[in-house]
């Protein structure tokens, strides 16, 4: 699928657009209820459905506020990443506001976000945000 155009490769289109946002990374290591429902969304959704993941590099290898193409469980998605913040981090518990994962994913998205209006802007699209008890 073509990050920009929405065309997955081998089909004439995508039929929806659909942008997640969370903040953890789907690559990561981090499981729990929702990560997993969103791992699962990601691999076995219709494959005419573009998907953009908004979300945290946890592994610090992709450039923030630039969405990339990636691949997990043999599914290709797009990633835009606004956050770099380690898995190991995410599970303890931030002593300050500023410090925390939800805290800092809100700032990226604020900083970051215009790519991914791109995406929204481009056709039809939805975009759900998962919140999460341990936000």
Known sequence: MNAMTGIHRG????????????????????????????RDFITFCPENTRVLFVGVDAVGDKKLGEITEVTFRGRTFDFLPILHY???????????LKDSITFQFFAGLLRHFPAGGVFLASGRAAAALHPDAAW
């Not at 380690?86 to 300050?96: G, I, L, M, S, Y």
Request: proline share 5%.
């Open 86 to 96: 380690p898995d190991v981090q995410a599970r303890e518990a931030a002593r300050k």
């Open 11 to 38: 089909s004439t289109g995508a039929t929806y657009n659909i942008a997640l946002l969370h903040p953890f990374d789907i690559r990561g290591t981090k499981i729990g209820g929702l990560e997993t429902y969103l």
